[in-house]
């Protein structure tokens, strides 16, 4: 099947960790033998990369400051849109549009997946129109939160669910909210997302101590690794809340948080203002590549997402799936689809969010267990081998591909 992913972000170059999960979605449909085509807007980034994937970016802007739609730009701190993302809303509409026709033209798209309702729907909904190609959208949650905060944006949502074959969703709480914004129970599948679990493998990396090394993070104790962005929504000031308490229950710990972002400058003022910044470690954006030498130097991965102020909270971090399949414990808060691939207490504990002192808890509960760490590491790997995993996911979306040619040729018969 001839399949063209249309998203508002996707790894720019070799290594990028922006929008992996996407590349991995892409080379998963692949392997199943689907072609896959990737649209996606131009950034300044972005680099010719090999693989198994077509790219194909469109441009919007022939300025490169203004290249703000997509790759996590055009929400300040993910709570807000920014003013300049509005003005140029009808280029990214019409340029995305008249690129996703020239290649169809050239490639004959049997399905159009159209990754982020806002702002991808509209041009994926009046591509799908003009060529009478199926249209499937996924949710993610930034998507969701603008629409229900925009009133135009989602009647424009409500729009493109009624002409979309499919909607996927990754947690219970973007079903409900794509219920709420007009999508039928027919239309709605909740597909939760994988992990990689051969990248990942334990066996496929050197002891403990020497990848730390290699990474120049402390050789000894424990360490607890945060990464992602650092937005409001990822709740990193709650681990650094957490912090003083179990360095005073378990001495020997670090803390590293990787990942950069508007909060930065924030949580380092708040480890000091803690007297923490001696053992946490800031230590900035990382390439993707080195994901899996992190989680492996960590003992316990956090994951303290929030809902924040302005309503919006991730949908289920792949940050989380990716730990399990290191087999690392996972402490996280039990919010949007989290719960949906941590069974508490078996795979990794969960506690209320905004919570520091029970986040701190769960954490040295762990630390000062070895026998329930490697229990939970062990389960949460099985987990991603068995089920989490990207070929599963890979193997959902080609079913709702075949269903939705089927009842397309019926509905068009």
């Known amino acids: 099947m001839n399949v063209c992913i249309l998203t508002s972000t996707y790894p720019r170059f070799p290594g990028d960790g922006v929008g992996r999960f996407m590349q991995s979605i892409a080379e998963a449909l692949a392997q199943l033998g689907h072609t896959v085509h990737v649209v996606a807007p131009y950034h300044p980034a972005t680099r010719p990369q090999q693989g198994p994937i077509y790219i194909h970016y469109f441009r919007y802007s022939y300025l490169d400051r203004f290249t703000i739609m997509g790759y996590g730009q055009a929400l300040y701190n993910d709570q807000s849109l920014r003013k300049l993302s509005y003005v140029l809303a009808p280029s990214f509409f019409t340029n995305g549009l008249i690129s996703l026709i020239k290649l169809h033209k050239k490639h004959r798209f ?3 997946h159209a990754h982020w309702v806002i702002p991808n729907g509209p041009i994926a909904t009046t591509f799908s129109l003009i060529t009478n190609t199926p249209m499937i959208i ?12 925009k009133g135009f944006l989602g009647l424009i949502t409500k729009i493109c669910f009624k002409y979309a074959s499919f909607i996927t969703v990754c947690s219970q709480h973007l079903y409900e909210s794509a219920l709420s914004l007009g999508a039928i129970p027919e239309q709605l599948r909740l597909i939760v997302w994988g992990a990689d679990p051969v990248i990942f493998d334990p066996s496929n990396f050197p002891p403990q101590d020497i990848i730390r090394k290699s990474l120049k993070l402390p050789t000894s104790g424990n360490i607890i690794l945060s990464l992602g962005r650092l937005v409001k929504k990822k709740g990193v000031e709650y681990l650094i809340k957490a912090a003083p308490y179990v360095k005073k229950k378990v001495p020997d710990v ?46 316990v991965f956090v994951a303290p ?3 924040d102020e302005s309503g919006n909270m991730d949908g289920l971090p792949t940050t989380i799936l990716e730990a399990m399949a290191a087999g690392k414990p996972v402490v996280a808060t039990n919010i949007a689809g989290i719960p949906l691939v ?9 506690v209320p969010p905004r919570d520091s002192h029970a986040l701190a808890e769960a954490i040295v509960l762990i630390l000062l267990n070895k026998s329930l760490r490697e229990k939970m590491g062990f389960w949460l790997r ?6 989490l995993n990207w070929n599963r996911v890979a193997r959902e979306f080609s079913y709702i591909y075949i269903n939705s040619l089927k009842n397309y040729h019926i509905s068009e018969g």
């Open 305 to 307: 997402s929030i809902e």
């Open 382 to 387: 099985q987990m991603v081998i068995n089920y």
């Open 110 to 112: 049997d399905i159009i």
């Open 254 to 299: 670090s803390i590293v948080i990787a990942g950069d972002g508007p909060e930065l400058k924030t949580l380092k003022q708040l480890a000091v203002e803690l007297q923490a910044q001696d053992y946490i470690h800031f230590i900035g954006k990382v390439d993707w590549d080195y994901v899996p030498l992190l989680l492996h130097a960590s003992d």
């Open 138 to 149: 996924t949710l993610h949650g930034s998507d969701i939160f603008v629409s229900l905060k």
């Open 342 to 350: 941590i069974l508490e207490g078996r795979t990794g504990l969960l």
